[in-house]
């Protein structure tokens, strides 16, 4: 799902989200037994200096869990956070 909204002449707010789950629950190996969810969130603001010169600031947010709730180092859980900053020039 994502979401863009211009807040002026040059300033532009992207919102986004996604959800998604990998179950590998039907294998014959224990150590294969995963059901797994990555829930993921980001925002970003782009500002277009002039038609040639922009600049973009993200964040990105993944919170990945291992749903069948074991406490064992094959089960584990991640969360990641990313921050870019970006410049771009068009010819």
Do not use: I
Request: charged letters at 15%.
């Amino acid at each position: 799902m994502n979401y863009r909204r211009t807040l002026g002449d040059k300033l532009t707010l992207d919102l986004g989200a996604r959800a998604w789950n990998a179950d590998f629950t039907s294998g014959d190996l224990s150590a294969s037994l995963r059901n797994d969810m990555l829930l993921t969130a980001c925002a970003g603001l782009t500002w277009a200096a002039t038609s040639h010169l922009g600049a973009t600031l993200g964040y990105t947010g993944n919170l990945g869990r291992n749903l069948e709730n074991s406490n064992t180092p094959l089960h584990r859980n991640f969360d990641q956070n990313l921050l870019s900053l970006g410049v771009q020039y068009k010819f």
